[in-house]
């Protein structure tokens, strides 16, 4: 039995602490700080995810064996080094990759460098700073377009424009170098070429040698139906992908899945832990747009319901290096999950409204996002508030069961896109 410590808050936390504590092999269960729905399947500590001192000694009092950061901001900090530098820390398992490998999210020119060092697909790019603004402003001046502007560090997913004409692009561009407008994340600038297609998410377990790949899944960004609007942490998730069929995948992994883990490898980047590949389809080819260095949010929500292993053992064999041991067990039934959002989300919203109608819900799962308990109740905390997760023979069955049970949940303000999977 192994106790384990699960950090984040958000619904990919409330999935993976959903399935990791069916494991025979899970004993006691900490999620740091959680939200409602994680306590309904082990203790929340009050401890920020990214507070290294208080998480090791929650880790020395609990007698960790596991410990399994859910965001990106604990790994791409380093958290990984922190442990294996500490004598009371370094036998304990961490899930992900060292702060070195984390570089994959938490710098764009990094993860640009190194997929043309190992000829993995992706957009043509230039990376500017500060130093070559004109420089920058120059290209952008002769690129074609549509162009595409990225803070080169986190920015919680809001670093992106896609600029549709030359005035808009330089002012962009302009924003976050000179304005930084994204702060540290910012001061490097990486300009690509707009892609056109359509957009998968992949995700793969590696224990630095090997690796299984996960099932896939397609997410929705945009806040409005007919993805409109602005973006957001992501409004609704669908697994598997139709178009993502048995050839295109064995591309994936031929041209990007296995030369990632090998180029880790080649270049001695300790890397145990998810790799998740946003992938683009154009003309059936497949291309990178970003990896991250953990699963994804809401994709979590419906890839780790499908998955039929035990958890903790696949994290076991990940720290033993015995990935090439395993075999992915998936359901054949497919998963759509709907997140209910606060009022004015993305933008500004309240917190702290009752939540009601949990008792209504049937044949679904939901995963708590921005929740927290206030005496007693269940109280939204959050822009994203909850995932509701539900299987089907296909993925329309399995959303109008979803969509169904996001009726029976009340709280002021709740809003949600009714057209998730909308192109299939």
């Not at 702060?183 to 793969?204: C, Q, R, T």
């Not at 979590?300 to 395993?326: W, Y």
């Not at 998963?335 to 679904?364: N, R």
Request: glycine residues 10%.
């Amino acid at each position: 039995m192994k106790n384990i410590l699960l950090l984040g808050s958000g619904g990919r936390e409330c999935a993976l602490a959903w399935k990791l504590s069916q494991s025979t092999l899970c004993g006691n269960f900490y999620i740091a700080p959680g939200n409602a729905g994680t306590s309904e399947y082990g203790t929340n500590l009050s401890i920020s995810y990214n507070d290294f001192e208080g998480i090791k000694q929650a880790c020395i009092q609990h007698k960790i064996d596991i410990l399994f950061p859910g965001p990106e901001d604990p790994l791409v900090a380093g958290i990984y080094d922190f442990f294996k530098a500490d004598p009371l820390l370094k036998h304990i398992i961490v899930v992900g990759p060292s702060k070195e490998g984390a570089q994959l999210e938490g710098s764009k020119a990094f993860s640009k460098k190194f997929m043309a060092r190992h000829n993995i697909p992706t957009a043509g790019y230039r990376e500017f700073t500060k130093d070559s603004l004109e420089q920058g402003i120059a290209y952008i001046k002769k690129h074609n377009l549509p162009i595409v502007l990225k803070a080169d560090g986190l920015a919680a997913g809001k670093g992106v424009v896609i600029a549709e004409n030359t005035i808009d692009a330089v002012k962009a561009f302009r924003s976050m170098i000179t304005f930084e407008q994204f702060g540290e994340a910012g001061k490097k600038v990486v300009i690509e070429e707009f892609l056109d297609g359509i957009e998968l998410s992949v995700f793969a377990l590696t224990d630095g040698d090997n690796y299984v790949v996960l099932p896939e899944a397609k997410d929705y960004k945009r806040i409005g139906e007919g993805d409109t609007g602005l973006n957001t942490g992501g409004m609704g998730a669908i697994s598997p992908v139709p178009f993502a069929d048995e050839a295109f995948m064995q591309k994936v992994n031929e041209r990007i899945i296995a030369p990632t883990v090998n180029g880790l490898k080649a270049e001695n980047i300790n890397y145990q832990g998810f790799i998740f590949f946003g992938l683009i389809k154009v003309n059936n080819e497949p291309y990178v747009i970003e990896y991250n260095c953990r699963m994804g949010d809401p994709e979590t929500e419906v890839v780790i319901p499908r998955i039929e292993n035990d958890f903790v053992a696949l994290l076991l064999k990940m720290s033993e290096k015995r990935l090439n041991e395993a075999k992915i067990h998936f359901s054949p039934k497919a998963a759509g999950a709907v997140m209910l959002v606060a009022g004015g989300y993305p933008g500004t919203y309240e917190k702290g409204q009752l939540m009601t109608g949990f008792e209504k819900v049937s044949g679904s799962l939901t995963f708590h996002a921005g929740t927290t308990k206030k005496d007693g109740h269940v109280v939204t905390n959050g822009g994203r508030v909850l995932a509701i997760t539900s299987f089907g023979d296909n993925i329309k069955f399995a959303l109008t069961r979803s969509y169904e049970n996001a009726n029976h949940i009340e709280y002021k303000g709740k809003y949600f896109r009714k057209d998730i999977g909308w192109e299939f």
